[in-house]
């Protein structure tokens, strides 16, 4: 039966009071996310890139979170409308525990607005499973929170 449990997916969007340019940067700008996801109530503490250069495909970066420290990459981007990430978390003994793949698709929704259709999918292995439900309501909270505080992020800073 654990087999047969279905990745966690999910489509949460928004629309940013900025121009798509200065969304998709936002985005990539792995650095700047300890700037407007501070004091969003995430679980994430902290973030770096750990690969050298401007950000692309392949570009590596180490999330700190409440939940330990958890790797991951961009393995997806097409600017300045598609970006996606990757992320796993692996218990101490090396196993796989979690997979997610947070994407954003951005496209112009008017004048100085972008339409943010973010999609969040994770894979829990194992007995991980097992909590399942669990694990979606979490996932939809975080991210939720992440895309209110990205969108929060511009309404605070004025576009230039």
């Known amino acids: 039966m654990l087999d047969r449990v279905k990745p966690i997916e999910f489509e949460l969007e928004r629309t940013i009071g900025a121009p798509i340019e200065q969304v998709f940067a936002r985005l990539v700008d792995i650095e700047g996310h300890n700037d407007w996801m501070a004091e969003a109530g995430s679980m994430l503490k902290h973030t770096r890139q750990t690969s050298p250069g401007e950000p692309g495909v392949g570009t590596t970066f180490v999330d700190e979170t409440t939940q330990g420290t958890m790797p991951g990459e961009i393995v997806e981007m097409t600017a300045p409308h598609t970006v ?77």
């Open 84 to 160: 996606v990430f990757h992320w796993w978390d692996r218990s101490k003994s090396g196993t796989l525990k979690f997979e997610g793949w947070p994407s954003y698709r951005l496209e112009p929704a008017g004048d100085n607005e972008t339409r943010v259709r973010h999609r969040g999918k994770l894979i829990s292995y194992g007995l991980w499973r097992l909590g399942t439900p669990i694990w979606r309501r979490f996932a939809v909270k975080e991210r939720t929170i992440t895309v209110d505080a990205l969108k929060a992020s511009f309404e605070r800073t004025p576009t230039l």
